[in-house]
């Protein structure tokens, strides 16, 4: 019997659109993959026990500026990713973020295996630069979850660098198939 390929059976998707001041597009990228890291199985599976005191499931999206080589060479994620390369991440919180099962790409008032997770990160957001950032340059982001009440990630994207200024937004748009 062979081993289990970590993100067999599971896979995410995202797409970033950035808006100007007056809300016209700035910046579209296509759909493209994320990868599903490691705890997210572990998640799934506290789940599916009964859920542990100390798990809890997203509370929130990661973002930040991971390095500034990655504009030259960007190396591969692993599944064993835990945090984000920035070690000061802005966290968008659950409350403001918004969830919903699809069907095919249509929003289902019922329980599916595609879910869909929406951020606008408008003006001011995130607050950079700051005492631990010099620049509005994103690199990286993840949705965080609690295990065994650490926060860890349970998917994770390093992506081309995008240059969000004071004034503008960040609209992302995250899919998890299960």
């Known amino acids: 019997m062979g081993d289990e390929t970590v993100t ?5 998707m995202f797409r970033d659109v950035l808006r100007d001041a007056c809300g016209r597009v700035k910046w579209e990228g296509g759909w493209r993959k994320n990868l599903i890291v490691t705890d997210c199985r572990r998640l799934l599976a506290g789940f599916v026990r009964g859920a542990p005191t100390g798990t809890l499931a997203i509370q929130g999206l990661q973002i930040g500026t991971g390095l500034a080589a990655w504009d030259i060479s960007m190396p591969p994620p692993t599944p064993a990713q835990t945090v984000l390369v920035d070690p000061f991440p802005f966290t968008e919180a659950r409350a ?3 969830f919903n099962y699809l069907t095919g ?3 289902s008032p ?3 295996n595609r879910l869909q997770i929406f951020a606008s990160l408008g003006p001011g957001k995130p607050p950079w630069p ?3 950032h010099g620049s ?6 993840g949705l965080a ?3 065994d009440g650490a926060t860890t990630l349970i998917n994770y ?5 995008i240059v969000k200024d004071p004034t503008s937004t960040l609209e992302r748009t995250i899919w998890l198939v299960f």
């Open 8 to 12: 067999r059976g599971l896979y995410g």
């Open 96 to 98: 403001a973020l918004t």
């Open 105 to 107: 790409a249509v929003v």
């Open 110 to 112: 019922t329980p599916t």
């Open 130 to 132: 700051d005492a631990n």
């Open 136 to 141: 509005l340059t994103l690199r990286e982001f």
């Open 145 to 147: 979850a609690q295990l």
């Open 157 to 161: 994207v390093r992506h081309p660098a």
